[in-house]
Each structure stands twice: as C-alpha cells, then as structure tokens.
C-alpha cells in the first residue's frame, strides 16, 4: 500500500511539474476595443502563432461594454496582458495596471507622441496606435480651375487669399469657396466641437493643460473668429439660413463640385469617392489655419481613444511575449498590412500607406515632422451643453442679430459655469 501511496504522489507531483512548466510558458492575452475589427485580429493572432509558436488569444469585447469586460478580466488569473487605455479617465482607473513603454521596441517604433497618454513623471502608459483626423477638405482639381494649387496654401493669409478670390469669382467659375457651415444639429458639432478645438488647443498648448481646467482666458478666440468669419463670408450660403444648413447639404455642395473647401474629417472618405465619385486623386486634406503664429508648422487635428496598454501585473515572460507580439504587428507584412486596412492612419515607422488619401496626409505632415493640433475639446466640462450655447451665440451672429462678444462670452463664462456644474 505504501509503495502505491508513494507511486501516486510521485505521479501527482510529476503532473503538477508539467503543468506549472506549461502555466510557465509565454503567451499573449488581448482584450480588443473594436469589434468590427475581430475576424482581422484573430487572422492576426493565428499567423503569428503559426510563424512563433508563442500563443495569442483575442477576446473582443461587445460595443459599449469594454470597460465592464476589462474590469472582469483583469480580476481572473489569466488577465489580458494586452488591453487598451485610451483616456486620462481609464489611466486614473487602470494606471497600475499599465507598463512603462518607454525604452521597449514597439515604442521606437513609433514615430510621434502626441497620441500617448503618459504618468506625471513622463512614464508612457499607454500608446496611439491609430488616430483620426479632421480639417479642411480641398478639391484639388477645382483648385486648380481657379488658378491655385494646394501649395500655395500655408497659412491663414494665403488661405484667405485664395479662397477671397474664388468667392470673388464665383459666377464666373461656377462654385465658391466653401460650402455652408450649418448650424443644423447634424453638422454645428463641426463648429462648436472640431472648429473650436482651435482656440482651446493652442491656449492649453500654452499654459501646459492636461485635464479639464476650471476656467478658459479664450486667449484665441480672435483667430477662431478669423476662420469663422471666413467659412460664412466665401460660401454661396447666406449666413442668415445656417441655422437650418444641415451637415447633409454641406456634404452635397462639396460633392457636387459647388465648392473647393469643406471642414470635416477622415471618415467623409468613402462618401466622397463612392457616393459622388470623386477620384480620390483630387482629395486632400490641409491643417484649419486660423491665424496663430507658426501655424505653417501645424499638422492636420488629430486624436484617438485607441491606445495599447501592456498588463505589468503579468509575468516577465507573458510581458516580454506581448512586447514581442506587439512589435511584429507594427512592423511585419502581415501586421502592417492588417493595420492600414482595418485604422488607417498608424504612427509607426514600418506603417502602409492608406487607400484613404486623408490618412496619407495624416501620416504626411507628421512625418514632415508638424506639430499635430490634439484634441483639446476632448476637456470639455458638460459638452453638450457648453456646445450649445456656442452654437446659438454663432448663429445668433451669423445671421446678424447678435455680436461677436457674445460668442465669446458663451466660450468663457458658458466653460466656468458648466465646470462649476459638474465639480461644484
């Protein structure tokens, strides 16, 4: 009896040596942030399996639920060791779970910071992997009707220039400048959002913000005015209607070729070169030039949630397996090509080249080395409210019953009051 009692522990113990050397054994643990991206990341995960041996294993998370699978997922034993953190309220949530980057491959890979959310100590906690962008969207081949190219554009003045002459010209060219500024509820948030990101970046840009402040100086809410005054002023559309210009209308003028320029982001690719036909050629898009100092330096209005984070509470082998993983994705065929297909625009050295030519201007002009104007909106205290008292202060002077202090009046003073809201 003693020799079987001794002959199970011994099996028992060898078992228990096998698993652990197997528990022991490296492996990638991802939580994907986009399901419409999870066939492309298991495809991904598999090949790399294929080519290293090391495992990855990709759960995506159902829309609108990722922050309630993370929080489940990292309680198990098997946490993610890879995970996304894209705001500055999921690194308050998730910053001691989040690996300092700086000094690993993936991160030397890369070829801005603008997109990384970092500790107080300069630590990189989490890294952009792909943006968004918005600005001013040009048809270059109108341009070129009306006499310009997209290089004689540089700066608010000569963007003013050009788009002062075209107005002049209209009936003589057969379209205007820009196409309206509606101030619909399907288009203001171009306005009241994107357009406005200009005064706020640079004014925190300035003053070294990082979270949402309790006040605002609206230091340069003249060159927002600039800008403005110019979209309502070189268009076809009385500025008096834009109250009930939708964003659809100003989608169509553009894409009709009744106007060269149009304010929206990357996302309008497909309607422009499907829905209307314009050959992607004669698509670009330029930075929103307002006027401020140094501005010919400035990149297209860029931002992402999308940001990769590493689990330090991993082991050393699963961290150095994920850090691995991640290298290959940003730097392989295989990932490269993934990654330009399913983000566009990706701030890596090794990255492809977009279909999406506002992507390639993107990845142009930081690659030019522009400084990217952030999204400074993404601060604001009780945003649909605070958006819609600048949206009825622009409208009110747009059409010419109200004044300009207004609008400033709704930045300002409409910012402390609904921060004092929020915070008390």
């Known amino acids: 009896m003693k020799k079987i009692l001794a002959l199970v522990l011994v099996l028992v113990m060898a078992l228990s040596f096998v698993a652990c050397g197997a528990a022991d054994e490296p492996s990638v643990y991802y939580l994907n942030f986009k399901p419409e991206a999870d066939a492309a990341w298991q495809d991904l995960a598999a090949a790399y399996t294929a080519e290293t041996g090391i495992p990855v294993t990709v759960l995506t998370a159902a829309s609108g639920t ?46 801005t910071d603008d997109f990384n959310l970092k500790g107080e100590n300069g630590e990189v ?37 050009v788009a002062d002459d075209i107005h002049a010209r209209a009936d003589e060219l057969g379209f205007d400048a820009f196409s309206s500024a509606g101030l619909d509820g399907s288009s203001s948030w171009r306005f009241s959002g994107h357009l406005a990101n200009m005064p706020l970046y640079y004014e925190f840009r300035d003053n070294g913000v990082t979270e949402c402040p309790a006040e605002i100086t609206g230091a340069y809410l003249d060159n927002f005015k600039n800008i403005w005054d110019l979209y ?71 931002g992402t949630e999308n940001c990769w984070a590493v689990n330090s509470q991993a082991s050393d082998a699963d961290i150095e397996a994920t850090l691995d993983f991640m290298k290959w994705v940003v730097t392989s065929e295989a990932g490269t090509t993934m990654m330009a297909e399913q983000f566009g625009p990706c701030p890596f050295k090794s990255a ?21 104007v952030t999204w400074a909106f993404n601060y604001t205290p009780n945003v649909d409210d605070w958006r819609a008292g600048v949206v009825s202060a622009l409208t009110a002077y747009s059409a010419g019953t109200g004044d300009w202090e207004a609008v400033e009046t709704a930045f300002v003073a409409g910012w402390a009051a609904e921060y004092a809201k929020l915070n008390g």
């Open 352 to 372: 492809k080249e977009p279909a999406n030519v506002f992507f390639a201007d993107a990845n142009r002009l930081i690659s030019e080395g522009k400084y990217t």
């Open 232 to 302: 309502i002023t070189d268009s076809a559309v009385d500025p008096a209607t834009l109250s009930s210009s939708t964003g659809d209308a100003s989608l169509e003028e553009f894409g009709t070729g009744k106007a060269v320029f149009y304010q929206n982001g990357t996302w309008e690719f497909s309607n422009l070169t499907d829905k209307y036909g314009i050959p992607a050629s004669d698509l670009t898009m330029l930075p929103i030039y307002c006027g401020v100092e140094g501005e010919a330096n400035a990149a297209l209005c860029s």
């Open 66 to 111: 990722y922050e309630d699978t993370l929080t489940s997922e990292m309680a198990k034993t098997d946490a993610p060791t890879l995970f996304q953190c894209g705001t500055a309220a999921a690194l308050a949530n998730w910053g001691d779970y989040c690996l300092d980057l700086s000094g690993t491959d993936v991160y030397a890979e890369m070829t």
């Open 125 to 161: 906690y989490a890294i952009g992997y792909c943006y968004e962008a918005f600005g001013i969207i040009c048809n270059k081949a109108l341009l070129a009707k009306a006499g310009y190219s997209v290089e004689d554009i540089t700066d608010f003045a000569s963007l003013k220039a």
